[in-house]
């Protein structure tokens, strides 16, 4: 029986380290953080939507690109840190 009991627990130390869980923490930076990473996309494809379709557009692309490169800074900082937080459950 002893053994019975050890072969099971092998078997769920392999699904611990297959399955992913979000912290409380985690699951709050993912909630404020995914609207700001959503417009950076959304504002990046506008700009190149606008500039290949509209030749207007690039007389005017400083502007939008200054307002690209303002929501790039929270957006690059906040994937570093869910990586680092992801990071951290491997070691």
Known sequence: MAEDKKIENKGADKEDKNSAQLTGRELIILVIFAPVVFTWLFLGARIIWSASSNPQTLDSIEGLLTALAVLTIPVSAGLGE????????DE
């Open 82 to 89: 869910l990586w680092k937080l992801g990071g951290n459950k």
